[in-house]
């Protein structure tokens, strides 16, 4: 600001600000894996498209989607067979099993317009057409990821692992959708992430509650994760589902599964929903509920603690704080554990992913949001048999945006939403200004070092 606008010791202020040295940004464990995952347009969906009048002009509840299929009605045979080769030269060579979405969503439609229940297949894929579209859910954004590994390993590096990164996609109308890719890390500092199928595909709902609180999910002839894509489906999902936080999770029984918690948000109100799979290609989405199951942020530990689910959340804005539940879907128990303490993490904390079993506990990846909303990453260390006991935790960011990650969308922003640990090795994705996604690798001895 001009020195006008500045107290009257404005020039000794300077002089000040000017000798002040900044604390060098903690890089010396980072090695940068040299990968970027940025936004790919050319990658589609087809999606439901919902139109209706506005309130002052219609008469009842799909009186619109009831006068398009009166007009594809009264079109004559050479104009339904061209605008159907109109909508395979444009579909085709983007999408699998054109026809069968076609048909899907023609169904969905004779709900409302039960005169077309009796048409010719040509007509009623039409009419699944108009309400229809093909959406870039990964145009504009590509960021905060998390990492598992994968459920199958073969044709993993020598020491290292095969694994599965979620992402958030950001679409038309800044919405989100969760989709994947898959790669490999050789267990130092070497990430190669595999090309993305040229194909995305999206679900079929095998089963609903009647308040789309409870989702089943399936993808038809998917091979490669890389083509799943997870967009809103219900009404509390509308304007996006953000920020997977993925987990392998240890169950009783020694078996493996993958659940992670997101918020699905319907423009007002934010949700907290958990998917579970075990092989990527079936999913179930359920509304956590309970006294404590708000707010944005809540990520599962991978296995039970002293017998019970425990999470980690951010119940208030500012805080962590551990929640501990008998139920992996209802959630009433939580207690504050790290409070802001540093300048770097004023304004707020929360998780960036599942806590990580080591062996000297559980470390706890964190974000702190300070001056101008500096999104930095700290980390703390929880007690493996009482997590909320703090054993330890960074008085520094260590990873903050450099001067080559502050742009972007909302700048001045590094999040990451899970990281992995192979051995004494750290493997850390994270988003980059709310528009793409990197990753870092370090030995945990040197990070657990600038712990105090």
């Not at 464990?29 to 002009?57: C, K, S």
């Not at 077309?116 to 007509?123: C, F, G, K, N, P």
């Not at 708000?294 to 208030?316: E, S």
Request: proline share 6%; with cysteine.
């Amino acid at each position: 600001m001009p020195d006008a606008e500045l107290p009257i010791d404005a020039t000794a202020l300077r002089a000040r600000v000017a000798a002040a040295v900044l604390p060098p940004p903690i890089v010396e464990f980072w090695q940068r894996a040299h990968v970027r995952l940025m936004p790919d347009a050319t990658r589609t969906v087809l999606r439901p498209f919902e139109l209706a009048y506005p309130q002052d002009y219609s008469s009842e509840p799909g009186d619109r989607v009831r006068a398009i299929v009166d007009r594809v009605i009264g079109l004559d045979d050479a104009a339904v067979t061209q605008a159907l080769a109109y909508m395979k030269e444009l579909l085709d060579a983007r999408h699998r099993n054109v026809l069968g979405t076609l048909e899907r969503r023609a169904a969905e439609i004779i709900a409302i317009a039960p005169q077309a229940a009796r048409l010719e297949v040509d007509r009623r894929l039409l009419i699944g057409g108009m309400f229809l579209q093909e959406y870039a859910f990964e145009a504009a954004a590509l960021f905060n990821p998390s990492i598992v590994p994968a459920p199958r390993q073969e044709g993993a590096p020598d020491g290292g692992m095969r694994f599965i990164c979620a992402l958030r996609g950001i679409g038309e109308g800044h919405v989100s959708s969760i989709t994947f890719r898959t790669g490999d890390w050789d267990g130092v500092a070497q990430v190669t992430i595999d090309s993305p199928a040229r194909l995305a595909a999206s679900p079929r709902i095998d089963a609903q509650d009647e308040d789309g609180n409870a989702l089943r999910l399936h993808f038809d002839g998917v091979q490669d994760v890389s083509e799943a894509v997870l967009f809103p489906l219900t009404a509390a999902q509308a304007r996006g589902l953000e920020d997977l936080r993925l987990v392998q999770f240890a169950q009783d029984d020694g078996s493996i599964c993958y659940h992670g918690t997101f918020t699905a948000f319907d423009g007002v109100t934010g949700r907290t929903q958990m998917l579970s799979t075990r092989d990527f290609r079936r999913f179930d989405m359920r509304t956590l509920t309970g006294r404590v199951a708000v707010n944005k942020g809540m990520a599962l530990f991978p296995r039970k603690v002293g017998g019970r689910y425990a999470m980690i959340g951010r119940q208030d804005n500012e805080n962590i704080w551990l929640m501990r539940s008998d139920s992996l879907w209802h959630w009433d128990e939580a207690e504050k554990i790290v409070c802001p303490q540093y300048v770097w993490e004023f304004v707020q904390m929360g998780n960036c992913g599942s806590p990580i079993e080591i062996d000297e506990g559980w470390l706890l990846m964190t974000h702190g949001v300070g001056p101008v909303r500096n999104y930095t990453i700290g980390a703390v260390l929880l007690d493996r048999d009482d997590p909320s006991r703090v054993l330890a935790r960074a008085n520094l960011p260590l990873l903050r945006p450099g001067p080559e990650q502050r742009d972007g969308y909302v700048p001045n922003v590094v999040y990451s939403c899970g990281s992995l640990a192979l051995g004494r090795r750290l493997l850390v994705p994270y988003g980059i200004a709310d528009n793409f996604a990197s990753f870092v690798t370090c030995d945990l001895d040197p990070l657990l070092a600038h712990m105090g």
